[in-house]
């Protein structure tokens, strides 16, 4: 968001915004507490966010930079720390 966009963000009382904050989702708001600003509230900007194919195309073509068995080792490396991450199984 840019600075001239926090300019023009609401502030609601907090009552108001627990009654449904999510109408702040795209707007954003400042909450008020006893006539004080106490939080901010920011929309996220798809815009900022990279699609997953972006982000796959970008490892594709960095992996055919790279040497076979350097992208072959650190997808080793990867999936252990995946096996690792992994919840125990339910008791």
Do not use: C, Q, W
């Not at 997808?75 to 992994?86: F, G, K, N, V």
Request: aromatic letters at 2%; charged letters at 25%.
């Amino acid at each position: 968001m840019t600075p001239a966009g926090l300019e023009h963000i609401p502030e609601v009382p907090i009552s108001t915004f627990k009654a449904n904050p999510i109408a702040y989702a795209d707007s954003g708001a400042v909450v008020m507490v006893h006539n004080r600003p106490r939080m901010r509230v920011l929309p996220i900007l798809a815009a900022d966010v990279p699609s997953i194919m972006e982000i796959k195309t970008r490892l594709r073509l960095l992996s055919t930079l790279l040497d076979a068995d350097v992208v072959e080792a650190e997808r080793r490396e990867l999936a252990a720390e995946h096996d690792t991450d992994l919840l125990d199984e339910a008791r």
